[in-house]
């Protein structure tokens, strides 16, 4: 598995690399309150890129909050529950009826 994370890395990097290697020519980006800036193709693209993949990894995050802390409220939970039940394992003392 690790093997293939670095393959896929090693890939995305090269590509990357070349993208930006023949990608140098200016554009100029003209949003209305800033002022003009004149940035290689490249660095447009990578860098809408970069914030299309953290603004989705933080959507993504948000949205499991709710999943995050029922799993911690669980988690607490696991140590009483698993005490019961070893309490429930236990022999009864001798004399004593576990029926009613």
């Known amino acids: 598995m690790r093997l293939l994370?670095?393959?896929?890395?090693?890939l995305v990097a090269v590509v990357c690399a070349v993208f930006a290697?023949?990608?140098r020519t200016p554009v100029t980006i003209d949003f209305w309150p800033f002022p003009a800036l004149e940035l290689p193709v490249f660095l447009v693209v990578l860098?809408?890129?970069a914030l299309g993949f953290v603004s989705g990894w933080i959507i993504v995050w948000l949205?499991?909050?709710?999943?995050?802390?029922e799993r911690r409220?669980?988690?607490k939970r696991v140590p009483r529950l698993e005490a019961q039940?070893?309490?429930?394992?236990?022999?009864a003392p001798p004399g004593r009826s576990l029926t009613v």
């Open 5 to 10: 994370y670095w393959g896929l890395t090693t």
């Open 21 to 23: 290697v023949h990608n």
């Open 47 to 49: 860098t809408a890129l």
């Open 63 to 69: 949205g499991h909050l709710g999943t995050r802390s």
């Open 73 to 75: 409220r669980l988690a």
């Open 85 to 91: 039940i070893d309490a429930a394992k236990e022999p």
